[in-house]
């Protein structure tokens, strides 16, 4: 997944994992395909309930992202459900003790810093928007997007060093990955 090897809309079987036969799998993905940012999902009401097999799963595809160089963040929801101050004004997400609490679980559980932590709360009930509810999303996606464009920066910056375009790279990634498949 992380190297771009399944292809846009691929419906996963957990009966049948996806292999290099399978009908969605991309052999020669291009950077543009490979993932540039994780982000794990997580309710701000049960992060210190998850069961450990789920916590380790999570450690190890983290493992690996962090082994590729690939950004890690949280996006923690349902922070009005943990939190009565924050379901009476979502503004009080900043102040609040247990949101707080919840960010330092996630950001233990997962090894990662405290920023890297973003609370939202779901649009559930709500038959309008709500612009503090909106602003807590649009601060979490414009972090991701920093996270991702970071990593592209390093990406680029790498490539610069090397004397390779983009575009020479996804050449030689598919000559490489072709030559790693004889």
Known sequence: MLNGNISDFYEFNPATPICPENPGFVHQPKVKDKIHCVLFVIDAGTVGDIPPKLVEKMNSFQRIANRKGIPRAVLLTKVDLA????????????????????????????????????????????????????????????QVLHFAEDYIQVLQNKLKACGVSSEKLDQRESLEKGSDQE
């Open 83 to 142: 939190c009565k101050d924050v379901a009476s004004n979502v503004i009080n997400v900043f102040n609040s003790k247990k949101i707080e609490d919840a960010v330092d679980k996630a950001s233990n559980l997962l090894g990662l810093p405290r920023n890297h932590v973003l609370p939202v709360k779901n649009y559930e009930t709500e038959i309008e928007l709500d612009d503090n509810i909106s602003i807590l999303a649009l601060m979490a996606l414009r």
